[in-house]
C-alpha cells in the first residue's frame, strides 16, 4: 500500500510533465493570425458612431445590411494598416465594397491619411473609444471582418491583408459570400 501511494506521489509530476508538453506542442501548430471570434455567425453589434469626415453624421449597424463587404479596422499609429492601405486601394478599385473603422486614434491624423494615401472606404466609421472594437473582440489593428449581405460576420482576419492572403486564403470564402 505504501508502495503504490509512494508511486502515486512520483507520477504526478512526469503526468504534469506530459500534459504541459501536449499543450506545448499543440501551440507550435497555431496560426496566431487565425483568431476566431465569437461573434462569427452573429450579426453585427449595435451602434453608433460619427462618420469620420463629419461629426454631426451618425452610423449605425444598418450599414452592413444589403451587400457583402469588408469591415476594415484600422489606425494611424499602426505599421501593418499603413502597408496594407495601397492593397485595399486596389481591392475597392475592383468594386469591393469596404466599411473603414478607425480605432482608438485622432481625427485629424487619419483624415490626414485618407486624404494622403487614398481612402479605400465607401464609409468611414470613427470608433475614438474603441468600443466598437470591444464589442467586436478587436486585438489590434489590422483586423478585417467579413459580413455578408444580412449583416452577418462570416470570418475575421488578423493582421494585414495583402495580395498573396487574399488570393491564397480569403478570395474564394469572399466571393462564396451572398
Known sequence: MANTRKIVILSVPLVLFFIACIFLFKGLYSDPRKLDSALIGQPVPEFTLQD?????KQHDASIFKGKK????VWATW??????????LNELAGQGIYIVGMNYKDDRKK??????????????SLFDKNGMLGMDLGVYGAPETYFIDSNGIIQYRHVGDLNARIWK????DLFNGMK
Open 69 to 72: 463587404m469588408l469591415l476594415n
Open 52 to 56: 469620420i469626415y463629419d461629426e454631426n
Open 168 to 171: 491564397d486564403q480569403l478570395a
Open 78 to 87: 499602426c505599421p501593418t494598416c499603413y502597408a496594407e492601405h495601397k492593397f
Open 110 to 123: 487619419a483624415i490626414r491619411w485618407l486624404t494622403d494615401l487614398k481612402d479605400p472606404y465607401q464609409i
